[in-house]
C-alpha cells in the first residue's frame, strides 16, 4: 500500500513518472508529422503537403499514426532514463558545484551526450521497427502486411536475427549524442534567459518552458538532420529485398552522388516545425508532472507531520 508514496517520493520515480508524461505528450503532439518527414527522407516525393494529401487520401487519416505504438509503448522507460541519466551525468562532471545550485552549462552539454549515447540501445531498435511501419506501404511487397510493431520485430528477428534488430545502431549513436549535448544545453541556456533565476528556484512560466523546449528540439535536429536521414536510409532496408546500402560512409557517397547534396536536408522544414512542438510538449508535460508531484509530496508529509 505504501509503494506508489514511496516510488513517487525518490528521485527515480519523480523522474520516470514526469519523464513518461512529457514523452506521451510529444509523441501525440507531434506523430503525424513525424511520418510525413519519414516519407519525405525515403522518398522525395514532394513537398509535406503533398505527401500528407497522399497519404490520407489513398491510406486514410489513421496512416499518420501508423506505428506509434511501439514509441508510446516504450516511451514512459525511455524518457525516464533519458532524464535520470541526464540528471546523474550533468552532476558528474560539476563535482564541485553545491548541489543546490544548477550544474554548469559544460556540465549540461556533456552529460546530454552522454545520455545521448546510452539512450540509443533503447531508441535505435525501436526507431528501426517505427520507420518500418511508416514506410510499410513501400517496403513491402506483398499484399499481406504487417499489422503492428509486434509483427515487425517479430518478422525483423526471423529473418535477420539481432542485427537486423539493431540495424542502424552506430548511425544512431552518431546522431544522438551530439544532439542531446545541444538539446539539453539549448534548453537551461534559453530557459535563464527568458526566465533569469528559473535554474536555480523552478519558478518559470508555462510560456518559458514551451519556447524554451521548442528551441531546444529545433536546435538539436538542426545539428543532426544529415546523420537522420541517412540514418533513415539504412533503417528503411529490409534483408527481403536486396540492400542499396553498404553502411554508412556507402549510404552518404550514394546519396549524395545520385540525390544532391540537398537530399541530406530533405524534410527540414517539416522536422523542425514538430520539434518545436514536440519538445515544447515534452518538457512542459516533464517539468509540469514534477511539480504537482512534488506538490502532493509536501502536502503528505505536512499531513503525515500533523497526525495525532
Given amino acids: 500500500m505504501d509503494f506508489w508514496p514511496e516510488f513517487l517520493a525518490s528521485s ?65 522507460f525511455q524518457n525516464a532514463m533519458v532524464f535520470q541519466i541526464y540528471a546523474l551525468l550533468s552532476r558528474a562532471f560539476d563535482k564541485n558545484i553545491p548541489a543546490s545550485d544548477p550544474p554548469s552549462y559544460k556540465g549540461v552539454a556533456l552529460g546530454g551526450v552522454g545520455t545521448g549515447a546510452i539512450q540509443s540501445l533503447i531508441l535505435s531498435p525501436v526507431e528501426l521497427v517505427k520507420i518500418r511501419l511508416q514506410l510499410q506501404k513501400n517496403i513491402y511487397k506483398s499484399n499481406v502486411q504487417s499489422v503492428g510493431p509486434v509483427d515487425v520485430a517479430r518478422q525483423i528477428f526471423r529473418q535477420e536475427g539481432w542485427k537486423g534488430i539493431y540495424r542502424g545502431f552506430t548511425i544512431t549513436i552518431l546522431r544522438d549524442a551530439p544532439a542531446h549535448g545541444w538539446y539539453f544545453w539549448t534548453y537551461e541556456y534559453m530557459r535563464e534567459q527568458l526566465h533569469p533565476g528559473c535554474r536555480k528556484n523552478g519558478q518559470e512560466t508555462f510560456k518559458t518552458m514551451l519556447i524554451a523546449g521548442g528551441f531546444a528540439g529545433v536546435v538539436s535536429w538542426i545539428t543532426c538532420y544529415p546523420l537522420d536521414v541517412i540514418k533513415t536510409r539504412l533503417q528503411a532496408q529490409s534483408e527481403s529485398t536486396p540492400l542499396r546500402y553498404n553502411g554508412i560512409v556507402d549510404c552518404f557517397r550514394r546519396i549524395v552522388k545520385e540525390e544532391g547534396h540537398k537530399v541530406l536536408w530533405r524534410g527540414l522544414g517539416t522536422a523542425v516545425a514538430r520539434a518545436f512542438i514536440v519538445n515544447g510538449a515534452v518538457f512542459t508535460a516533464y517539468e509540469t508532472a514534477l511539480r504537482c508531484i512534488s506538490n502532493s509530496n509536501n502536502h503528505a508529509t505536512i499531513y503525515t507531520d500533523n497526525t495525532p
Fill in 12 to 76: 527515480w520515480g519523480k523522474e520516470f513518472v514526469a519523464g513518461g508524461f512529457g514523452g506521451t505528450a510529444g509523441i501525440i503532439a507531434g506523430y503525424p508529422l513525424d511520418t510525413i518527414r519519414i516519407r519525405q527522407q525515403q522518398s522525395g516525393a514532394g513537398s509535406a503537403y503533398s505527401i500528407l494529401r497522399g497519404v490520407v487520401g489513398s491510406e486514410g487519416p489513421r496512416a499518420l499514426y501508423r506505428g506509434m505504438a511501439a514509441p508510446l509503448a516504450s516511451v514512459t
